[in-house]
């Protein structure tokens, strides 16, 4: 069968590190950056010596036009330096490409934050500069964007003394979180994600056994773990008051483009669903008790409905040779069904995955030196994509296809817009994929057998949990964090009394009293001085895509054409913006429970179908 699994062909975008054509790329890179930064220091050099002569309107319409050239050639370089070295990640020349590839990337970063001062400095000039270059009316949201985040910089001195003192403070805590949890092994050597990832086993013993041992890893450290987390978010409370966000959520609804409003509805959504979350989790552990698939002494009784934290992830008993998740696929056969599953959707969906296909942007086969997981890179060069996962003919294989294809798709719906547009908001970012998915899915439910769907469900529905109950726990969490560490320090103690109440406020009753106290010591997102509430993001992305899969078996066909523009838009507005444009109000917990309906139908079908097993 390996001998059927493509590699990707990138002669259409280099023909490797060391071609003509990849080093003159390289050198006109080099030279548009300097023309760049000619343009901004004759803007500099007006504005000090010459304001009332300076042409602030005519120099903007050729600064976007050439920084927007610069991105299109930054992002091409980048993806190729990346996809060439995840490929070989022992070969020294594609590091070292990568390397130099970032060091110039940086430089960009530099000049980015010298065109914000000069977009400050003439904010009084844009409404002219609309009238006169109109072409530039869709980079409005994009400037307004900048101008928004010069209000929360402190003065160029302070900013780089904050960034050189991250290294050694936030970023150093976030190593040493890093190290601990990559380091942390039982008294036998084994490690500790290896410990972490028996809860997916089927062994029911070694899920409660490995859980324990967990605990207990994580409590051995907790003092240097809590000093970590402590210190970390100490920072960010004091950097956020000098640069005057109201608080971390602020700074990150901002990033993330969308309104408090839209958050507290989806929010509340979430908060809605619960009730229906927490009887899934209660219907899943009465049948691991009836099965005897749990080594829990109370979950799914009487006394403790809910599962054990441990059994979160446990399979289901069940499969045969007729499974779809016992089959080992072959790779035709797995693109023939997802080109399937996308045509059903759209003829356009499924053209683009059969182009993907046939041009060879997939790279699928497992070799050494190659990097693990899945990912897609885009390239402005040719408007195209390319695809990297390790097909080993699973059917979670062919859900991530489908999933990687989807971002591809996605950024296929923007062709013809500035390569500065291309850079979209995480809410936005797994919108293509996730749909891609949910598609996928939801035929195979509609079609599979009874013991087949049992467990697909359990298996959608754990990970839908992931996302829309314990990112809920999450938010929670770093929400009560932020709001004590503003007024002092916070200990282990802390931090675990603080996880117990996030996990009750959304586990509830759906957990039995076998939690996890420590998961903050866990989850890398926490010690992050750039990812504050890296959590509601997902939920969004998640019940966004359900309720765009409900809003087109509403819609029917047309919907198609609609979803298309909708992806086409995500890079030039906010959230809500983009979905009044598209007829959807994302700003009203209505729209978010369309989503949470996909959800519910399936926890009632799962139900039935556990209560005879």
């Given at each position: 069968?390996?001998?059927?699994?493509?590699?990707?062909?990138?002669?259409?975008?280099?023909?490797?590190?060391?071609?003509?054509?990849?080093?003159?790329?390289?050198?006109?890179?080099?030279?548009?950056?300097?023309?760049?930064?000619?343009?901004?220091?004759?803007?500099?050099?007006?504005?000090?010596?010459?304001?009332?002569?300076?042409?602030?309107?005519?120099?903007?319409?050729?600064y976007l036009a050439a920084s927007d050239a610069l991105v299109a050639r930054c992002r091409t370089l980048a993806a190729y330096a990346y996809v060439t070295y995840s490929t070989d990640t022992t070969d020294t020349a594609h590091l070292n490409n990568l390397t130099r590839v970032q060091e110039l990337s940086v430089r960009m970063q530099q000049q980015e934050l010298k065109f914000s001062t000069m977009l400050l400095a003439?904010?009084?000039?844009?409404?002219?500069?609309?009238?006169?270059?109109?072409?530039?009316?869709?980079?409005?949201?994009?400037?307004?964007?900048?101008?928004?985040?010069?209000?929360?910089?402190?003065?160029?001195?302070?900013?780089?003394?904050?960034?050189?003192?991250?290294?050694?403070?936030?970023?150093?805590?976030?190593?040493?979180?890093?190290?601990?949890?990559?380091?942390?092994?039982?008294?036998?050597?084994?490690?500790?994600?290896?410990?972490?990832?028996?809860?997916?086993?089927?062994?029911?013993?070694?899920?409660?056994?490995?859980?324990?041992?967990?605990?207990?890893?994580?409590?051995?450290?907790?003092?240097?773990?809590?000093?970590?987390?402590?210190?970390?978010?100490?920072?960010?409370?004091?950097?956020?008051?000098?640069?005057?966000?109201?608080?971390?959520?602020?700074?990150?609804?901002?990033?993330?483009?969308?309104?408090?409003?839209?958050?507290?509805?989806?929010?509340?959504?979430?908060?809605?669903?619960?009730?229906?979350?927490?009887?899934?989790?209660?219907?899943?552990?009465?049948?691991?008790?009836?099965?005897?698939?749990?080594?829990?002494?109370?979950?799914?009784?009487?006394?403790?409905?809910?599962?054990?934290?441990?059994?979160?992830?446990?399979?289901?008993?069940?499969?045969?040779?007729?499974?779809?998740?016992?089959?080992?696929?072959?790779?035709?056969?797995?693109?023939?069904?997802?080109?399937?599953?996308?045509?059903?959707?759209?003829?356009?969906?499924?053209?683009?995955?059969?182009?993907?296909?046939?041009?060879?942007?997939?790279?699928?086969?497992?070799?050494?030196?190659?990097?693990?997981?899945?990912?897609?890179?885009?390239?402005?060069?040719?408007?195209?994509?390319?695809?990297?996962?390790?097909?080993?003919?699973?059917?979670?294989?062919?859900?991530?296809?489908?999933?990687?294809?989807?971002?591809?798709?996605?950024?296929?719906?923007?062709?013809?817009?500035?390569?500065?547009?291309?850079?979209?908001?995480?809410?936005?970012?797994?919108?293509?994929?996730?749909?891609?998915?949910?598609?996928?899915?939801?035929?195979?439910?509609?079609?599979?057998?009874?013991?087949?769907?049992?467990?697909?469900?359990?298996?959608?529905?754990?990970?839908?949990?992931?996302?829309?109950?314990?990112?809920?726990?999450?938010?929670?969490?770093?929400?009560?964090?932020?709001?004590?560490?503003?007024?002092?320090?916070?200990?282990?103690?802390?931090?675990?009394?603080?996880?117990?109440?996030?996990?009750?406020?959304?586990?509830?009753?759906?957990?039995?009293?076998?939690?996890?106290?420590?998961?903050?010591?866990?989850?890398?997102?926490?010690?992050?001085?750039?990812?504050?509430?890296?959590?509601?993001?997902?939920?969004?992305?998640?019940?966004?895509?359900?309720?765009?899969?409900?809003?087109?078996?509403?819609?029917?066909?047309?919907?198609?054409?609609?979803?298309?523009?909708?992806?086409?838009?995500?890079?030039?507005?906010?959230?809500?913006?983009?979905?009044?444009?598209?007829?959807?109000?994302?700003?009203?917990?209505?729209?978010?429970?369309?989503?949470?309906?996909?959800?519910?139908?399936?926890?009632?079908?799962?139900?039935?179908?556990?209560?005879?097993?």
């Amino acid at each position: 069968m390996n001998s059927s699994i493509p590699r990707w062909n990138l002669d259409s975008i280099y023909h490797d590190i060391t071609s003509d054509e990849y080093r003159q790329a390289l050198e006109s890179f080099s030279s548009a950056m300097e023309e760049n930064e000619a343009l901004l220091e004759t803007a500099s050099r007006f504005t000090r010596e010459a304001n009332a002569n300076f042409d602030f309107p005519a120099w903007l319409s050729s600064y976007l036009a050439a920084s927007d050239a610069l991105v299109a050639r930054c992002r091409t370089l980048a993806a190729y330096a990346y996809v060439t070295y995840s490929t070989d990640t022992t070969d020294t020349a594609h590091l070292n490409n990568l390397t130099r590839v970032q060091e110039l990337s940086v430089r960009m970063q530099q000049q980015e934050l010298k065109f914000s001062t000069m977009l400050l400095a003439h904010r009084a000039s844009l409404d002219e500069f609309y009238r006169r270059f109109p072409q530039y009316g869709q980079w409005r949201y994009l400037l307004d964007e900048v101008l928004e985040g010069t209000r929360h910089q402190m003065p160029a001195a302070e900013e780089k003394l904050a960034m050189d003192m991250q290294r050694t403070g936030g970023d150093a805590w976030g190593r040493l979180q890093e190290q601990l949890v990559s380091t942390l092994h039982d008294d036998g050597g084994r490690m500790f994600n290896e410990i972490r990832n028996d809860a997916f086993s089927a062994d029911a013993a070694l899920r409660k056994a490995s859980w324990q041992k967990e605990l207990a890893l994580l409590s051995r450290h907790r003092v240097a773990f809590a000093a970590a987390l402590n210190n970390l978010k100490g920072e960010t409370v004091l950097l956020n008051r000098r640069r005057h966000w109201a608080d971390a959520l602020e700074r990150a609804l901002v990033s993330s483009r969308m309104g408090r409003s839209t958050l507290d509805s989806l929010i509340a959504a979430l908060e809605g669903a619960l009730p229906m979350w927490r009887s899934y989790f209660q219907a899943k552990a009465r049948l691991l008790r009836r099965t005897g698939c749990t080594a829990s002494a109370t979950a799914g009784t009487g006394a403790e409905p809910g599962l054990a934290f441990y059994d979160l992830f446990a399979p289901l008993p069940g499969g045969g040779a007729d499974s779809l998740l016992e089959k080992r696929w072959t790779f035709a056969e797995a693109r023939d069904y997802v080109v399937a599953e996308y045509k059903s959707f759209s003829p356009d969906m499924g053209a683009f995955a059969e182009k993907a296909f046939a041009e060879g942007w997939i790279d699928a086969e497992i070799r050494p030196g190659k990097v693990g997981g899945a990912y897609d890179e885009d390239f402005p060069k040719g408007h195209q994509s390319r695809i990297l996962l390790n097909f080993t003919g699973t059917f979670s294989d062919i859900i991530t296809l489908a999933h990687e294809l989807g971002h591809a798709y996605h950024f296929s719906c923007m062709k013809g817009k500035p390569a500065t547009f291309f850079d979209y908001p995480m809410t936005l970012a797994e919108t293509a994929s996730t749909f891609a998915e949910t598609i996928t899915k939801q035929d195979v439910l509609a079609r599979c057998g009874a013991s087949d769907k049992l467990r697909l469900l359990d298996i959608d529905l754990q990970d839908a949990a992931q996302v829309l109950v314990d990112i809920l726990c999450r938010f929670y969490f770093e929400s009560s964090v932020f709001e004590e560490r503003q007024n002092g320090e916070l200990s282990a103690d802390d931090f675990c009394r603080l996880m117990r109440s996030a996990q009750e406020r959304s586990y509830g009753s759906g957990l039995n009293s076998e939690r996890h106290e420590y998961m903050w010591a866990v989850k890398s997102h926490y010690y992050s001085t750039g990812l504050d509430f890296y959590n509601f993001p997902y939920a969004f992305g998640q019940l966004f895509a359900a309720a765009l899969y409900m809003k087109s078996r509403q819609e029917g066909p047309s919907f198609a054409a609609t979803y298309a523009a909708l992806l086409a838009d995500t890079g030039s507005m906010s959230c809500e913006d983009l979905c009044r444009k598209a007829g959807f109000d994302i700003s009203t917990k209505e729209f978010w429970d369309g989503g949470i309906a996909m959800y519910a139908a399936e926890i009632a079908e799962f139900t039935a179908l556990a209560e005879k097993v």
